[in-house]
């Protein structure tokens, strides 16, 4: 119970400082770079909360994440992140703009930026700005980042994966009921087909 507690805590420290990391490089990117990087990393972030939720098999990632995997795009991982019980309905919303925004930026070649109306718009109903409704659109936009990514990262340490499945034997009932099925299904087959004759 002890080295668990410790490697939490170890975790915790690490994503402590990635998140530091993370925060100073955001700050220092164009509006559109700011948008792209912030939604990759709370993709990524996602990604690795719905990993750690799943039995660890070697091919994890190739089967589910990579490619055009079920969970290869940050709306899937949205969506099961939200029905797993992993985030509230608020930080699914908010998450879903992010992508909105990201999209936005992703799609326009013209000049943008969160001065933008409909950028500006979005950021306007995001939940989880801490830092209030007198603060410029990017302001709530990297506040509102920073708060789900913490929380992400918190439910992550706190997912424990779940075990294999342990491989059970066919009971002997189980067999009989299936041969005897495939049996009656043979006798149905034979009673109904149409007998041939010559012309």
């Known amino acids: 119970m002890k080295s668990n507690m410790d490697d939490k805590k170890k ?7 990635e998140f530091s990391q ?12 700011c948008a792209l990087f912030a ?4 993709d990524n972030a996602l990604s690795k ?12 990632e190739e089967d589910l994440f990579s490619g055009q995997a079920p969970l290869s795009t940050f709306s899937s991982r949205i969506k099961l992140a939200f029905y797993m019980g992993k985030i509230a309905e608020s930080e699914r ?51 509102t980042v920073s708060a789900l990514l913490i929380n992400i990262v918190v439910e992550t340490i706190q997912s424990t994966s779940p075990n294999d499945k342990e491989e059970r ?14 049996a009656y299904f043979d006798e149905v087959l034979k009673s109904t087909a149409t007998p041939c004759t010559d012309s």
Request: glycine content about 8%; some cysteine.
């Open 93 to 143: 919303k908010d998450l879903d703009s992010i992508r909105g925004i990201r999209n936005e930026f992703a799609h326009h070649p013209e000049q943008l930026t969160f001065e933008n109306q409909s950028i500006r718009d979005r950021c306007a109903n995001l939940n989880h700005n801490w830092r209030g409704k007198y603060v410029g659109p990017r302001t709530k936009f990297n506040a």
């Open 39 to 42: 939604a990759a990393y709370l």
């Open 169 to 182: 034997p066919m009971h002997d009932e189980v067999k009989q009921r299936g041969l005897a099925l495939v």
């Open 49 to 60: 909360l719905l990993s750690a939720c799943m039995v660890q098999g070697k091919r994890l």
């Open 22 to 33: 993370f925060r100073l490089a955001l700050t220092s990117e164009s509006d559109r770079g």
């Open 11 to 17: 975790a915790l420290g690490e994503s402590i400082n």
